[in-house]
């Protein structure tokens, strides 16, 4: 049985202000740079052995995922299916609104020009496949909340709602382990 880690990048300017940030490139803000340090020095001296890390295209990722090796010293590249979701018309509009929480539950919906959550779910499970076959490294994977939502549902059976519902803190560390 071999692992993979997940965290999420750190706090952005459309985090503190509670907006959807999807394919929006939100930066990191002050406090999610030092996030991202600190998530560094935890993954350095964990005794975690993690050969590669693996991150989102989108700067605040990027900058987590870099920081991160800075820290380690451990080899990263850009991925470019780790990529949040494009959530089409919700881009910009409030986290909590009543319309984008019913949306979520809504899998085919392409949200007026966004992704539907079945396109997302098969790029990131194409790409999980892969890592799961090459039991050769140990990956940590750097990306978003919603990229966080489709791995745990490709470890863990949920329901619509527990899927809709589910999501991890900025810069929080989840380890997946795959079954063999």
Known sequence: MHSIYFVRHGETVWNVENKICGMTDSPLTQR???QAAQTGELVKNSGLAIDEILYSPLSRAADTAKAIAAATGIPARVEPRLREQCFGRYEGTPRDGAEFKVSKTHFADRYSGGESML????????????????????????????IARVVKSYFTDMTNEEYAAFGIRNCELVEFQFDE
């Open 32 to 34: 999610g740079r030092q």
């Open 119 to 146: 396109q997302l779910a098969q790029r990131i499970y194409n790409l999980l496949d892969e890592l799961r076959a090459d039991e050769s490294k140990t990956y940590l994977l750097v990306a978003h909340n919603g």
